[in-house]
């Protein structure tokens, strides 16, 4: 009777899996040939200063102004090409819905993303700018919390010169959790070269929402972010840990150019709590992660110097 049930309790996992994955290659497909974004924007000087002040730098703050022709600063593309989305026309958690996948996949946790960019020809103050954003592609997975779509999202920005970057994002979606903070602590047995440890405040999470035009309300919502999605507190934004840490390897590296990086988010990040931002050289690069209050693996990456 045990194996039985068993049995039928495997057979309607395999059919659920197998009705999911079809919806899911319904929507890549349909998404893929459907929706074609091409967003425009002056990379001005303002949005990066703005940036600057925020984040603390030691060169673009207060009312030092960029000159026309200064480079943004790599990951600092987040604050131009915002969404022009109708608060009618967001999803229930305050985020856009152009590369949502249908139900049950409610809820919406950002993965990490990989970055490349042209060595002769990136983003600067004064330049006209577009940006082309395409799904990439759609897969579903068996995780820790069941049963999760991935989609990977394209954007390749240009100037009036050509090609300048690209950046492939990663978000995950799953169905509505009652846990959301259930992995395993990961140690890191290598020391770093350097590291900076900082407190994400709350000033710091609305600053950078409202520079990216981001209303994804885990970041500044408490009562969302810990009652309706079950978080102890707000989340720091994926792509906000991304700049930190390649703004660290950056300040290390003054005259380098990064050809690359990628990183993902392996376990939340939240508002108030300490993290440890780290870097170490390696055979090809550098490796670069941040560790959360309890000392475990919260980000890795892994960047690519010239």
């Known amino acids: 009777m045990f194996i039985l049930r068993n049995n039928l309790i495997n057979a309607t996992k395999t059919r659920w899996y197998s009705t999911s994955h079809q919806i899911l290659r319904d929507w890549e497909l349909h998404t893929k040939t459907s929706c074609i974004q091409q967003t425009y924007d002056d990379i001005t000087w303002s949005p990066?200063?703005?940036?600057?002040?925020?984040?603390?730098?030691?060169?673009?703050?207060?009312?030092?102004?960029?000159?026309?022709?200064?480079?943004?600063?790599?990951?600092?593309?987040?604050?131009?090409?915002?969404?022009?989305?109708?608060?009618?026309?967001?999803?229930?958690?305050?985020?856009?819905?152009?590369?949502?996948?249908?139900?049950?996949?409610?809820?919406?946790?950002?993965?990490?993303?990989?970055?490349?960019?042209?060595?002769?020809?990136?983003?600067?103050?004064?330049d006209q700018a577009h940006m082309r954003t395409v799904l990439d592609h759609a897969e579903l997975r068996q995780g820790r919390m069941g049963e999760s779509a991935m989609v990977w999202i394209n954007k390749d920005i240009s100037n009036q010169h050509g090609w300048s970057m690209r950046e492939q994002r990663c978000l995950v979606y799953h169905p509505k959790q009652t846990n959301t903070n259930a992995s395993r602590g990961i140690k890191v047995k290598k020391e770093p070269d350097f590291q900076r440890l900082i407190t994400p405040s709350s000033i710091l999470l609305f600053r950078y929402s409202a520079l990216t035009f981001n209303s994804h309300m885990i970041h500044f919502d408490h009562e969302y972010a810990t009652k309706i999605e079950n978080h102890p507190a707000c989340l720091v934004h994926g792509p906000l840990s991304g700049t930190l840490l390649i703004d660290l390897l950056r300040k290390q590296i003054p005259q380098g150019f990064i050809a690359s990086f990628e990183y993902k988010c392996l376990t939340p990040l939240y508002v108030n709590q300490p993290m440890t931002l780290m870097g170490k050289k390696s055979s090809n690069g550098y490796d670069l992660w941040i560790e959360n209050h309890l000392g475990n693996l919260a980000v890795k990456g892994s960047a690519s110097v010239l």
């Open 48 to 126: 990066m200063n703005l940036l600057g002040n925020t984040l603390g730098d030691n060169e673009i703050n207060s009312d030092n102004i960029p000159e026309k022709s200064t480079l943004v600063p790599p990951c600092w593309h987040h604050v131009y090409f915002p969404p022009r989305t109708l608060e009618s026309k967001l999803a229930l958690d305050g985020y856009e819905t152009e590369f949502f996948p249908p139900e049950p996949f409610s809820q919406r946790m950002w993965v990490g993303a990989k970055m490349e960019w042209s060595a002769k020809n990136l983003l600067r103050i004064g």
